[in-house]
């Protein structure tokens, strides 16, 4: 079974910073792309960062110079370094694997976490 697990999550005043962490566990061969969402009260899920098995990143425009997404392809990690917070970046974030191949299969998949709740407040 293959899952992803997120942590991090919390109260912060605006300004300030948190860092997400999401693990990647299972039978796991290979994965690609990692990724953050995320989705505040009434809107849909959008997506934050981006990070390829090759370390190439992607952000939405709402978080370019403030949040910043990495990987520890060892450890099976993704992170989200966010910092000058604003109280519109209050929403639950998800992680998100996308080519994901357990040992012994040839079919990939797309992974969610549960999702962590980050509340900032003005």
């Known amino acids: 079974q293959v899952q992803l697990v997120e942590s991090g999550g919390g109260l912060v005043q605006a300004g300030g910073s948190l860092r997400l962490s999401c693990v990647l566990s299972?039978?796991?061969?290979?994965?690609?792309?990692m990724a953050w969402y995320r989705q505040a009260p009434g809107d849909q899920r959008e997506l934050v960062a981006i990070?390829?098995?090759?370390?190439?990143?992607n952000y939405a425009d709402s978080v370019k110079g403030r949040f910043t997404i990495s990987r520890d392809n060892a450890k099976k990690m993704v992170y989200l370094q966010m910092n000058s917070l604003k109280s519109e970046d209050t929403a639950v974030y998800y992680c998100?694997?996308?080519?994901?191949?357990?040992?012994?299969?040839?079919?990939?998949?797309?992974?969610w976490g549960q999702g962590t709740l980050v509340t900032v407040s003005s």
């Open positions: 998100n694997a996308r080519g994901v191949l357990l040992v012994g299969s040839y079919r990939p998949l797309e992974v």
């Open positions: 990070v390829t098995s090759g370390g190439n990143t």
């Open positions: 299972g039978r796991i061969f290979s994965y690609n792309v």
